[in-house]
């Protein structure tokens, strides 16, 4: 095991989404001897990219918050600061075919499909949820806080739908935690929302990446798919690829937890201390359009209701320069949180195509198939944990096994909100108390 103050010679890096990029940034900083290794043939995992006609576009919808200092801080450092823009972004909510814009208190009092009363409490929610200590709301659920502040009629009417949306039926055990970091998260700007891009897209900052890492030595190895982890007779780490076996003074593991699970052996299981290896994840479908005309003037519609095969329609046009998307061209993602294990995850590419874009027809009568230029399917089967409560004492540990294996993954950005900024965040953490283990 190497020295108190030293870090291993060799670090070998498991998936380069944000988190893996970051640790390797830092490490190779460190001056220390890193690989990547990569499944796919792109970096960037969640936040990856698709061309269409000579541009570049994130497969899954991705902006930027003014409170993400560490990421900001992070392209800041990759001198991508002044690359970055920022657009005002706006929310509204679908119900029962009418569009309701939901960013003052003057809108929530204009709210109909809520009784005044509930209008009064919602608002009352939103207003404690800013002040109010965190302190005890990983073990209540979202729902008992909500109902206990909202009442259970505007529960059930306006936050158990979002709720359904993004957990399916798993909603009930959600700790409200989770929904008070997102909340306020989202809801931080006291001067109105604002959202920010980068020029060139997404894929700027992980080329950038890769032009950085590269220059400080970095080993990048893409279609390299982890296949086991394991430690040797010598207890030394190694892992098995697709390609053959590779070993490392230290493995940094990035990979989603659901296929850590998967690839460690039973004896690497055994070594590493880890509260439950059973955390359960929610997957996602964003079919992407691009459209003649735009839609609405909002970032984000909610369509919660059980009658839309999708939760939210994010018009990223709203935020992003015609530079970055082409002249006269609307991008809208259409997304659906959904298990890997339910039929709609598997549903044929095409109906899913059809029938989403039938019902967005139905929220907007007047988009006609010719507004449509070309669209897009994508799924990703981890996205983020289904929080239970008490989740804080399951988030897996970024020591795994002291001096050999670390961890920097979603699983552990809990409470902070799943994003780059809390990869990045994260990815810090673990860099930080490797540095401590080694
Ligand atoms: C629809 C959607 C919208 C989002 N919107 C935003 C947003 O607006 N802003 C924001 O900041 N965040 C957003 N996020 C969240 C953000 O994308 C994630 O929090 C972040 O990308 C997680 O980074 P990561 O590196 O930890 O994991 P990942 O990005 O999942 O990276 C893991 C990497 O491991 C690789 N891998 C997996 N299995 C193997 C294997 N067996 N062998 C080798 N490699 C493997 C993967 O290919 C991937 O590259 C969004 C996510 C989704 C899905």
Redesign the pocket.
Known sequence: MASATSLPRSVLI???????LTCALRLAEQGHDVTV????DQ??????FFEHDGRTFEK?????LPS?GP?LGVLEHLGLKEEIYWRPSSFAYAHAGRIYPLNTPVDLLRFSPLPFLDRIRVGITGAWGRVCSDKGLDDVTTSQWLQGLSGKRAFNTFWKPMLEAKFGDRYHDVPALWFWTRFNREKGESKGEVKGYIRGGYKRITETFATRLKDLGVSLRLN????SIDLDANGTPFVQ?TRGQFQADELLI???WP?LTK?ATVGFKERASVPTWDIDFQG?I?HVLFLKRPLTKHYWLATPEPTHPFDGVVETSTLTDEEDRGQGRHVVYL?KYVHRTDPRFTQPEEEIKQTWFKALQKLFPDLKSEDLEADYLFR?P???PIYTRGFSRKRPPEVLIPGLASL???AQ?YPVV??????VIQADKTVELLKNAS
């Not at 498991?14 to 893996?20: K, Q, T, V």
């Not at 290794?37 to 796919?40: D, Q």
């Not at 390299?224 to 296949?227: P, R």
């Open positions: 498991l998936g380069a989404g944000i988190s893996g290794m990569e499944g796919s970096l960037g995992g969640l936040g990856t899954f919808y991705h902006c930027m993400d990421l390299e798919k982890i296949e690829t990035t990979l989603p296929t690839v996602v964003n997304t990703a981890f996205v983020e920097a993954t979603t950005v799943t994003s780059w900024n809390g990869s």
